[in-house]
């Protein structure tokens, strides 16, 4: 986050303090600040919820003090004896403000120095027991099996932090390792179930196809969490798009609601994946390597041809930094975050919360659920039914035998 205040500006990041683990949230946080999280060593990146997370018995508070010296840290901790702190806050007043009435902000006072031996436990990170032999035999697999490159990466991150985390090289690890390493993503880390069951892919994958070591084919899966998606209503659909003035940002969210897209598929559309004569969307290589098409909405056809005419369109439809590339996921998350915050909308919503919404107010207007599946390209219908749970019984129809008792 990056709060501004008369006569200053600052970079602003939250520590939560919760049992064994830290969290880290991200709310517009820039690369660096990710970068730097990644150095400590001792974490892990829940994608799911958008948070950093750390073992809080690796990391301590004056690693972070040394680490993110550049930024104004809010660490919260209701256990401790001051559960909120804020630290490296810096302020210069400018001109004028030392009216009569004004008193100087008084700056926090500076953390304890550290003895010789605390700043060389500080330097230390937990050793890579990953060696690149390994690392290479896990690559050579994956391309052999055309995994896509999102998968591979999640592949190679698990597997280096399970082998970090335990302090073993893969020849070391066991079927009780594993399952200790599981426990600590969940104890710890505090990982969603979605999380912990990539990492256990991800080791099946390493330790059955490359060691050729079945130690992990009697490890359970985490159990799912059912739980419902958060549907935004069409008015408030409407105020999340009239609070965007930026053209290109209001398209992006316009595109991702009218076609019911994930975010990585917005971000990387092309004008030739564009057939405004047939009011269709192109997706190429979608979740699972699927080609499929879905719907484009006459109202965003029409912004579609007047944003064309203001800019010119290259590659792609929503380039980035350098416009070689398309817009990054984080940056597409990021426009939703902020048009949802001055909408005024105080649901737990991410952009994914958009195709939610694509698919219940297509089912609420009679839409068949085949045709909704086909749209939004899930391999199980039984994915696609879950919005039956959350549209609006009155639109489907459905009353309540109390109702009818009187008949």
Known sequence: ???????????????????????????????????????????????????????????????????????CRVLVDK???????????????????????????????????????????????LPDKFSLHWQKKLEMELHARKYSLPTMRSYLYYNRALCRTLRKVPEEITAENIKQYLAHLDQVLDLSTSSMNLALSAIKFFYGEVLKKDIAHEQHRPHRDKRLPVIFSKSEIERILGMEKNPKHRLLLMLAYSSGLRVSEVVALKKEHIDLARKTVFIRSGKGRKDRFTLLSSRAAQFLTDYCSIYTIGTWLFPGQPASHHLSIRSAQNIFDKAVQKAGIEKDVSIHSLRHAFATHLLETGTDVRYIQTLLGHASLRTTERYTHVARRSVLKIQSPLDTTGE
């Open 1 to 71: 986050a990056y709060p501004s205040i008369r006569g200053a500006s600052m970079k602003a990041a939250y520590f939560f303090f919760e049992g064994n683990s830290i969290r880290v949230p991200f709310l517009g946080i820039d690369r660096q600040f990710f970068d730097l999280l990644r150095s400590c060593g001792g974490g892990i990146w829940d994608r799911d919820r958008r948070q950093y997370v750390f073992d809080r018995r690796i990391i301590k508070k004056e690693t972070l003090d040394r680490v993110f010296s550049a930024y």
């Open 79 to 125: 256990n401790a004896p001051i559960p909120l702190e804020i630290r490296g806050f810096r302020y210069t007043p400018s001109a004028g403000e030392h009216a009569p009435g004004l008193r100087p902000l008084k700056l926090p006072v500076p953390p304890p120095s550290l003895t010789d031996a605390g700043c060389i436990a500080n330097a230390q990170k």
